[in-house]
């Protein structure tokens, strides 16, 4: 890589932890960076997932006074989301290249759709909780595990836009805080993003330089996410990650 490249990748980890720790989608951020660098699609993905642990555990810490007696609602919910980022961690490596190729863009587009409908996802859980139509699952139920260990299968295959999914899915089936919610939702984020990258540690190819520099930059955004991600402009968010989704399509498509 060159010097611009290393900076590049690098300013993409600390974004991409930042805007993880707040809602998730940070790899929309990093993946087309990473593709623009002449990495392959299947090495960028595995890559990103290895340097965004320390992005996804530095959030996770920087919550810490949300998960205050949430360790046993943690516990249930990480079980679950292990099993299913191990199961998409699996299937990357399982399916041909191609068909990764072909996935993928259709994946980010969906995540995009995700990104863009948050706002309505998170207007229909207040309402939901205004209501109070039914008494919830402290800990969700076996739906919201089933829910959990589909998108965990998806975050250990790709993962963009997981934590929407987490959020959207643990906000209507929980009756809790949305920074408490949140909170989980960066420990099951890092617990799949683990999990994946020890087992991409032993079978995959990746580039050490761009985990390192994501890993650092992650780390650091984590922090900045948890500390000042919250004053950010919600919509200003959403457009940068939607302008990177649409860019990550195009290099793909024409690849």
Same mark, same amino acid.
């Not at 790899?27 to 990103?48: E, K, Q, R, W, Y």
């Given at each position: 890589?060159?010097?611009?490249?290393?900076?590049?990748?690098?300013?993409?980890?600390?974004?991409?932890?930042? $805007?993880?720790? $707040?809602?998730?989608?940070?790899?929309?951020?990093?993946?087309?960076?990473?593709?623009?660098?002449?990495?392959?699609?299947?090495?960028?993905?595995?890559?990103?997932?290895?340097?965004?642990?320390?992005?996804?555990?530095?959030? %996770?810490?920087?919550?810490?006074?949300?998960?205050?007696?949430?360790?046993?609602?943690?516990?249930?919910?990480?079980?679950?989301?292990?099993?299913?980022?191990?199961?998409?961690?699996?299937?990357?490596? %399982?399916?041909?290249?191609? %068909?990764? /190729?072909?996935?993928?863009?259709? @994946?980010?587009?969906?995540?995009?759709?995700?990104?863009?409908?948050?706002?309505?996802?998170?207007?229909?859980?207040?309402?939901?909780?205004?209501?109070?139509?039914? /008494?919830?699952?402290?800990?969700?139920?076996?739906?919201?595990?089933?829910?959990?260990?589909? +998108?965990?299968?998806?975050?250990?295959?790709? *993962?963009?836009?997981?934590?929407?999914?987490?959020?959207?899915?643990?906000?209507?089936?929980?009756?809790?805080?949305?920074?408490?919610?949140?909170?989980?939702?960066?420990? @099951?984020?890092? !617990?799949?993003?683990?999990?994946?990258?020890?087992?991409?540690?032993?079978?995959?190819?990746?580039?050490?330089?761009?985990?390192?520099?994501?890993?650092?930059? +992650?780390?650091? *955004?984590?922090?900045?996410?948890?500390?000042?991600?919250?004053?950010?402009?919600?919509?200003?968010?959403?457009?940068?990650?939607?302008?990177? *989704?649409?860019?990550?399509? !195009?290099?793909?498509? @024409?690849?």
């Amino acid at each position: 890589m060159s010097i611009w490249e290393l900076l590049a990748v690098f300013a993409a980890g600390i974004c991409a932890g930042t $805007i993880n720790t $707040i809602v998730g989608s940070g790899t929309l951020i990093t993946f087309p960076v990473l593709l623009a660098t002449g990495l392959p699609p299947i090495t960028a993905n595995v890559s990103n997932s290895l340097g965004l642990v320390p992005g996804s555990i530095s959030g %996770a810490i920087g919550y810490r006074k949300e998960l205050r007696g949430q360790w046993p609602r943690v516990l249930r919910l990480g079980i679950t989301a292990l099993i299913g980022g191990l199961a998409g961690a699996i299937l990357l490596l %399982a399916l041909p290249s191609n %068909a990764f /190729d072909t996935i993928v863009p259709v @994946l980010i587009a969906l995540a995009l759709v995700l990104v863009i409908a948050q706002p309505r996802l998170s207007r229909a859980i207040q309402r939901r909780r205004a209501r109070r139509e039914a /008494d919830t699952h402290p800990h969700g139920g076996p739906v919201l595990h089933a829910g959990l260990l589909l +998108s965990s299968a998806y975050g250990g295959y790709f *993962g963009a836009a997981q934590g929407v999914l987490y959020l959207s899915l643990m906000g209507l089936l929980l009756e809790d805080d949305l920074q408490r919610i949140n909170a989980v939702k960066n420990v @099951l984020g890092a !617990i799949v993003n683990g999990v994946a990258a020890v087992f991409f540690l032993f079978v995959a190819e990746f580039d050490w330089t761009a985990v390192l520099l994501i890993a650092v930059g +992650s780390a650091l *955004g984590g922090q900045l996410g948890a500390k000042v991600g919250r004053r950010l402009p919600p919509a200003a968010l959403r457009a940068v990650i939607v302008a990177v *989704g649409i860019v990550a399509i !195009i290099q793909l498509v @024409l690849r």
